[in-house]
C-alpha cells in the first residue's frame, strides 16, 4: 500500500466532498477546517495502518466518553497547548507579562454568590474537617496600578476532592467553595476557606481508561482556580496549585505552570498563600468578555 494513499485522486475526490467543497453553502471557514481534519485523519489511517475494527472501537470510546470531554480535552494536553498558542500570539503582539493564563477545566459553575471583598470573605459553606486556607493579595494592572472594581471569581474543591455541584456523596450544598468576590478601588482581595485535596479522574471512566491505556495517572496537584474580571482590563482565567503538593510538577491536565506554584505557608491548623494578580489592559470589548464555552449553572 503506498504510503501516500491519502493523497490519492480517489480519496482527495472524497474528502474535497464530504467537505462540501464542489457545493456553494455552508460555512466556508468550517468547510476549510474539515478538510484538514479529514485529510489528517486519513493519512493517520494510513500512516498506523488502522483496521475497520480499531477505527470502530475508537468511535465507540469517543461516543462513550463525550460526557467526560472537559477532562479528557486537558488530559491529553489540548487545552494547554491553546494556553501557549494565546501566549505566542500575545507575545507576538506585544502583550507578554503579568500572570500566566492557565486552563480553566470544566468545573466552573456560573452564578455563585457575589460578595462584598473589602474584608475578608469565606467561600466554605459547609463543614469540612480540615485546615483553613488564607489567602490575600493585590489585583494590579500592567504598570503596577490598582485595578478598580474587579471581580475575582474563586472555586475550588473541598478536603475529599471533591466541587459542590458536581460532588456525587451529595454532601455539599450548592456554591461551596464558589464565590465571585467584588473588590474596591484598592485591588485588594482576602479570602478564607477549607484547604482544597487534589483529585483524580473518576475511576473507571473514559478519561481514566485513556490515561492507563497511555501508560499516564490522572492526578491533579490541589489547586485553587480563578477568573479575574474587571472594567477597561482583560479577563484572565488562572489558577494556583500548591507547589507542597506531590503532584505539583506532574498534573494530569498540565494546569501547573512556572509562576503559579505558591507554596503554602501553613502554621498548625492554618495556612496562607500571598499571591497577586497583574492582568493586561483589555484592547477590545472581546477581551473583557470570558471565551464561549459550555458551563454549568448554578
Ligand atoms: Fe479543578
Partial sequence: MPSNFASSDAAQKLLDRASGLDVAGGNPRLKAIMRDLLQASAEIIVKHDVSESEFWQAAKFIADGAGEIGLIIPGIGLEHFLDLYMDAKDAEAGLAGGTPRTIEGP???????????TTEVDLTSDPDETDTLHMTGTITGPDGEPVRDAVLHVWHANSQGWYSHFDPTGEQTPFNNRRRIKLGA??????????????????????????????RHGN??????????????RTLTTQINFGDDPFAADDFAFGTREGLLPVPSRQGDTAHIAFDFQIQ?????????FSHRSRAEG
Fill in 281 to 289: 489592559r483589555a484592547r477590545s470589548d472581546e477581551d473583557q468578555q
Fill in 220 to 233: 491533579r496537584p490541589a489547586h485553587v482556580h480563578f477568573f479575574v474580571e474587571a472594567p477597561g482590563y
Fill in 186 to 215: 484598592d485591588g485588594r482581595y482576602a479570602f478564607r476557606s477549607k484547604m482544597p485535596h487534589g483529585y483524580s479522574v473518576p475511576p473507571g471512566g473514559a478519561t481514566d481508561v485513556l490515561m492507563q491505556a497511555l501508560g
Fill in 107 to 117: 468545573l466552573y459553575v456560573a452564578g455563585a454568590p457575589l460578595v462584598d471583598g
